[in-house]
């Protein structure tokens, strides 16, 4: 009949079950202390020592993987925890980065990454990857992106990189650009960058056109929205040459935008545009209630002019909507109907 729960082993019938796996001698001792606390984690089991047993080697297995590349004691342990309470493969990829996950969320050190270069390492001759997917690799780890799939996401990262080289960027560009969450505006900026730098533009210029650039971007598909970036830019140029509070910005850019698409085009003065924008920009500033053009009765009548010829727009758009809808439902619309509903797939 069998003993409940089973007795402890003594110390040398563990040695004797670890010399049966045929490990060096130099760990012996870990397996010991691996199988005594993991006996006494099982008080009531009828297979305490059985349950020790394979939990010491799980977690033997790992230490062991650890320690031989060079990883600190302290990764090495907690590696051994992961193997405890796993009973993962080490020779199955997925099982060593899930791995590396665990040690790194308990022991990883912002100052630092050399335990965490050892596993990057690994892996990567372990896949036969590149240094490039090893940085990528690396990088999911100090950056703390921390993919559910940081094997997938290298892999990802290092195809957008590669297609940047291969159009002739640098590797810097081609990095921060796989890292982006967005490729193509990073592209874009920084060949604004390249145009501005060749232009002669200062550091400062280079990095508020940009910033203005990426916070307009929902307007570019507008025609105006070049003249919102140089309404800024010769706003922000003057604000920093007077030292003018950064209001002012915003109130050139306006003035700017009102006189490049005046009610009356012929009121604004082609030569010295700029003066006149600066002139009623200032004076704005300054708490004058001034407009770009005179609201007298010639600008009220343009108003209703252009008014009118916007209900006669819509009223036509409105007519041709009708037209249609009397040729597709002769008998009248549904209620319930929805245009969309004649896109709906089965």
């Not at 003594?10 to 060096?24: M, R, T």
């Not at 799939?149 to 590669?162: G, H, R, T």
């Not at 056109?209 to 309404?231: A, K, R």
């Not at 003035?255 to 604004?268: D, N, Q, S």
Request: negative net charge; hydrophobic residues 35%.
């Amino acid at each position: 009949m069998k003993d409940y729960p089973q007795p402890k082993l003594p110390e040398s019938e563990v040695i004797a079950k670890y010399n049966d796996l045929g490990l060096p001698k130099e760990f012996v001792s870990f397996f010991v202390d691996e199988y005594n606390s993991c006996y006494d984690g099982y008080p009531n089991e009828d297979n305490s020592s059985d349950l020790a047993l394979e939990c010491a080697t799980g977690a033997l297995k790992w230490y062991i993987l650890y320690k031989r590349l060079g990883n600190s004691e302290k990764w090495c342990k907690a590696a051994a925890e992961f193997g405890l309470s796993s009973f993962r493969d080490t020779d199955d990829i997925e099982d060593i980065v899930d791995c590396l996950q665990e040690v790194y969320h308990d022991c990883y050190d912002l100052n630092n990454n050399s335990d965490l270069e050892i596993q990057c390492s690994f892996i990567t001759d372990f896949l036969g990857k590149s240094q490039v997917f090893k940085r990528f690799f690396m990088d999911n780890f100090t950056e703390m992106v921390l993919a559910r799939n940081p094997i997938k996401l290298a892999d990802e990262k290092e195809s957008i990189y590669k297609a940047a080289i291969n159009e002739g960027k640098s590797e810097e560009f081609a990095y921060n650009y796989a890292w982006s969450p967005n490729p193509c505006l990073y592209w874009e900026k920084e060949e604004i960058r390249e145009k501005l730098v060749q232009e002669g533009r200062n550091q400062d210029y280079i990095e508020e056109y940009l910033m203005v650039y990426e916070s307009e971007i929902s307007y570019q598909e507008e025609s105006y929205f070049t003249e919102l970036i140089d309404g800024h830019m010769k706003g922000w140029e003057y604000c920093k040459e007077q030292g003018l509070d950064s209001r002012f910005v915003e109130i050139y850019k306006q003035v700017y935008l009102e006189a490049k698409h005046p009610v009356i085009p012929a009121r604004i003065p082609k030569t010295g545009f700029d003066d006149f924008v600066l002139d009623i920009a200032l004076r704005r500033y300054n708490g004058e209630q001034v407009d770009v053009e005179p609201q007298d009765e010639v600008y009220m009548k343009q108003i209703q002019l252009l008014m009118s010829h916007e209900k006669e727009r819509t009223s036509k758009n409105q007519q041709l909507i009708d037209e249609i809808n009397e040729m597709m439902f002769p008998d009248g619309i549904d209620d319930g109907f929805s245009y969309d509903s004649l896109f709906d797939k089965d």
